[in-house]
């Protein structure tokens, strides 16, 4: 398998779960990148509001195939 691949870096965010942030994330970039390959969770953090946590957040690596 050869080709160039590009890495990006993208945020996401749930209510819900780091889980939820990931997913989300993936599934909004392919809406507009083609052939994603890995995303490679590189950061996890939450947001707190009035003493309890607000949303999950996850910061990924994202490759992509370049044409």
Known sequence: ???VY???E????SSTS?????????????KSLQDLRI????????T???????QYRVKIKLSFKYH
């Open 39 to 46: 995303a490679e969770v590189v950061a996890q953090d939450v």
């Open 1 to 3: 398998m050869s080709g």
């Open 48 to 54: 707190v509001k009035d003493g309890k946590v607000d």
């Open 18 to 30: 780091w889980e939820d942030a990931v997913k989300t994330a993936v599934e909004t970039a392919s």
């Open 6 to 8: 590009k890495i990006i």
């Open 10 to 13: 993208i945020i996401g965010c």
